[in-house]
């Protein structure tokens, strides 16, 4: 047996800086927010100290199966539901979700509420990426 440390397999979270852009509604809506959450193939150094320090990414595929299968307990918040004045208010519904060979991605559709417009501002100016909430199933 290993005398290895094994990081911490659930409630991860990951993040990925610059991939939240909106898309134009009429002046009357609220925009569609498109988001990248995972990057597969790409190498990302961890050095977390509930985690750990190692290299991980995402294989492509990686997260067909949860996509599929959860999609209707999935939600949009802010900060994953942590934020101390937005709580587990959903940002919108998800209108798209998907993945390809690069990349997994959604589409939201804001809701017209007051916090939404008061992120607006943040998002426009690219101040906000994208992460997501994750166990891991299987590893190598």
């Known amino acids: ?5 094994r990081p911490p397999r659930d409630e991860l979270v990951r993040a ?3 991939t939240l852009t909106l898309r134009a509604a009429s002046k009357d809506e609220m925009p569609t927010m498109v988001v990248n959450f995972a990057r597969f193939g790409e190498w990302t150094e961890i050095d977390s100290a509930r985690e750990g320090h190692f290299m991980e990414r995402f294989a492509p ?3 067909d199966k949860t996509l599929a299968e959860n999609r209707d307990s999935m939600k949009v918040t ?3 539901g942590t934020d101390p004045s937005l709580g587990d208010k959903v940002l919108g519904p ?3 979700l ?3 060979a690069d990349s997994a991605s959604a589409e939201v559709q804001l809701l ?3 916090y939404n417009r008061d992120l607006l501002p943040g998002i426009e100016a690219g101040l906000y990426g994208a992460s997501l909430r994750f166990s891991v199933m299987r590893e190598q």
């Not at 047996?1 to 440390?5: C, G, L, N």
């Open 1 to 5: 047996m290993s005398d290895r440390v």
């Open 16 to 18: 990925t800086p610059g």
């Open 61 to 63: 595929g990686a997260l």
């Open 78 to 80: 802010f900060n994953h």
């Open 94 to 96: 998800i209108e798209k």
């Open 98 to 100: 998907s993945t390809d």
């Open 112 to 114: 017209d509420t007051s």
